[in-house]
């Protein structure tokens, strides 16, 4: 069973920037499309990114492309999310997902079968 362990938020002031990590254990990270959600509170959890094993592919939605970028280092089993121009709406908890496979084949989480404890981050305004 692989354990995601997300570290990185914290509180900024809208306008602001913080970068997400999330280590993996195991050796079978690079195997393995990874992705973010996020749920604020009283709110679903949604989907924020998501980068397929070898890091070629990338989707985002649509809320934060542009201001958020995902990226992955398979040597160091980590996979990052940069995010940039942030705002209120961006507050919530983040957490750190495993796809099924190789490949994003949708941004449900239904598809992500391993998740991190997640990381509270806080945008003022």
């Known amino acids: 069973q692989v354990q995601l362990v997300e570290s990185g938020g914290g509180l900024v002031q809208a306008g602001g920037s913080l970068r997400l990590s999330c280590a993996a254990s195991?050796?079978?990270?690079?195997?393995?499309?990874m992705g973010w959600f996020r749920q604020a509170p009283g709110k679903e959890r949604e989907f924020v990114a998501a980068i397929s094993w070898s890091g070629s592919s990338t989707y985002y939605a649509d809320s934060v492309k542009g201001r958020f970028t995902i990226s992955r280092d398979n040597a160091k089993n980590t996979v990052y999310l940069q995010m940039n121009s942030l705002k209120p709406e961006d507050t919530a908890v983040y957490y750190c997902?495993?796809?099924?496979?190789?490949?994003?084949?949708?941004?449900?989480?239904?598809?992500?079968?391993?998740w991190g404890q997640g990381t509270q981050v806080t945008v003022s305004s």
């Open positions: 195991g050796r079978t990270f690079s195997r393995y499309a």
């Open positions: 997902a495993r796809a099924m496979g190789p490949r994003v084949p949708t941004t449900s989480s239904g598809d992500f079968g391993s």
